[in-house]
């Protein structure tokens, strides 16, 4: 399943209202773009369709920024308000930002794909605001991607770039005696508090999703990514402290998957 900020963790506003549908009447995921600045937050978002435009909620189902990070918006079974007249059949998906979505965020726009279409229990069409309503929106790129039957082939996504074991590994990023672990107030612990650490945790993440292990996106070392962490370790014959270090970042691209 795909890691779904909640609507508490960025401070969502209650909605004045909700409508609810079934699984049986959702019949497609369609693809919008904010056009904004991927600064936008979704709280920003949700004022300026509350405040600005008098709905009721953000308008969209979930959220996807640049660095793949997915929230929460309507959910899954709430009516939206992002393409009528087909808000009950479609679950909208918007992407922070404009055209040129990153692949971080495409991987994390296919995982919700994959997962409304196991909880509908069948596949759903994959459609693009422009589809429904007269507007450029999601953009041309995203919308070529999104309707593309290659549309899964982005870099990083485990089912197209299987991991190859056995090749070597990139350069160890830190000093030495430092590691990758969850925010402690030991100097040598890098967990993303600074912004120079945070592309190699998304590298971590991306390697172990490679691998077939079940980890969100996100560029911070949580504890949920270092239990991740003790698990492949305990597997490979390390010691299982859920960190990744010199002896740990090694083997995320070396070691035989098992």
């Known amino acids: 399943m795909v890691s779904i900020r909640s609507r508490s963790s960025w401070g969502a506003r209650s909605p004045r209202s909700r409508s ?28 300026h369709h509350m405040d600005g435009n008098g709905w009721s909620d953000v308008g969209y189902n979930f959220l996807v920024d640049s660095e793949g990070v997915a929230y929460e918006g309507r959910g899954w079974t709430v009516v939206g ?12 998906v918007c992407y922070i930002g404009r055209d040129g979505m990153t692949d971080a965020a495409k991987r994390t726009v296919i995982a919700l794909y994959d997962e409304a279409c196991e909880r509908a229990g069948r596949a759903l069409a994959r459609r693009g605001h422009r589809d429904i309503n007269s507007t450029s929106c999601p ?40 590691w990758f672990g969850p925010e402690s107030a030991d100097a ?24 077939g292990w079940s980890v ?32 740990t970042w090694p ?8």
Not at 228 to 243: C, I, P, S, T, Y
């Open 20 to 47: 609810t549908t079934s699984w049986s009447s959702r019949r497609e995921v369609t693809l919008h773009y904010s056009y904004g600045p991927e600064s936008q937050t979704p709280r920003q978002i949700q004022a």
């Open 81 to 92: 308000a992002h393409a009528a007249p087909r808000n009950t059949q479609g679950i909208g």
């Open 139 to 178: 953009g041309s790129g995203n919308y070529s991607w999104w309707k593309s039957s290659n549309f899964r082939d982005v870099a990083g996504n485990g089912a197209h770039e299987p991991p190859k074991p056995g090749t070597s590994a990139p350069r160890y990023p830190l000093k030495a005696g430092h």
């Open 188 to 211: 040598r612990n890098h967990s993303g508090y600074w912004s120079a650490d945070r592309p190699h945790i998304r590298r971590i993440r991306d390697r172990l999703r490679e691998r």
């Open 216 to 247: 969100a996106t996100g560029d911070r070392y949580d504890t949920e990514l270092a239990g991740v962490v003790r698990a492949f370790q305990a597997e490979k014959g390390l010691a299982a402290d859920g960190l990744v270090g010199s002896a």
């Open 251 to 258: 083997v995320l691209w070396t070691a035989p998957i098992t």
